[in-house]
């Protein structure tokens, strides 16, 4: 609407310079040119600072799962930094309990790299039970029916601001590692299978968890009588299975 605006101004400006008499051409013309200023100026104004426009933020948090083996008991993240000291990262991890492999998310589209560099991504330990990804997007939005009837035709409703992708993982029961310590680890686990010294090592090391395991559950089992053990024994098991995991890739 906008443009039908600055053309009808244009026109009426130069009707009333051209073919009015004075002095009724000048109020006039001066008139309706500072319409067209006024007009050109908050198009100007929509276009290099959003006038007439406001952000919105909307929040979403989702549950996420292990990019490791569903067999684990302790959950995986796959993290890689994008760059050097971004706190920027690509992470792994399922979408669904389900899923059949994990998939790489947040990594940079340079297809579009203007909405690329506005989305960020990063990860944390926290005193959580359930691994959680939250999301907040922010977009611009018309604030009033006003400036959306003038400008509604240029799109920019909907254009992104900036987006941040936060990954919270269980400080006790998941581990975060870059995909080369999780290749390192996976190549030390295969070279224990051929070496006997190493593989009674991990041997000793899995027997030495597995006890301390039945003493924690045993302990609870005592103090708390009649009590059913599934999910205690599966949550000291997926914390003893983390503490070995993260010892490995130190």
Do not use: C
């Not at 006038?51 to 490791?68: D, L, N, R, S």
């Not at 706190?87 to 940079?108: C, E, M, Q, S, W």
């Not at 579009?112 to 990063?122: D, F, G």
């Amino acid at each position: 609407m906008i443009i039908f605006v600055i053309a009808l101004l244009a026109v009426l400006t130069f009707w009333a310079f051209m073919y009015l008499k004075h002095p009724v051409n000048t109020i006039l013309g001066i008139f309706f040119m500072l319409l067209l200023l006024g007009a050109t100026w908050l198009t100007t104004l929509n276009f290099h600072d959003h006038w007439g426009m406001e952000k919105v933020t909307k929040t979403e948090t989702k549950q996420i799962y292990t990019a490791g083996e569903t067999s684990s008991p302790a959950g995986m993240l796959l993290t890689q930094q994008i760059g050097k000291k971004s706190g920027n990262y690509v992470l792994v991890f399922r979408d669904t309990k389900d899923a059949k492999k994990a998939t790489a998310h947040y990594a940079p589209d340079t297809k579009h790299i203007v909405n690329a560099v506005k989305k960020t991504a990063t990860y944390r330990y926290a005193d959580v039970t359930k691994a959680t990804v939250t999301t907040k997007t922010t977009r611009w939005a018309w604030s009033n029916d006003f400036a959306k009837s003038l400008f509604g035709f240029t799109g920019m409703a909907g254009d992104l601001v900036k987006q941040s992708n936060q990954v919270t993982i269980p400080k006790d029961t998941w581990v975060a590692m870059t995909p080369a310590q999780a290749k390192a680890m996976a190549a030390s686990q295969a070279a224990a299978n051929k070496d006997p010294k190493k593989a009674q090592a991990l041997a000793a090391q899995q027997t030495a968890m597995k006890t301390t395991i039945q003493k924690k559950v045993m302990a609870y089992a005592q103090a708390h009588p009649g009590k059913d053990l599934t999910a205690y024994t599966n949550t000291v098991t997926a914390e003893e299975t983390a503490k070995m995991i993260k010892a490995m890739i130190k």
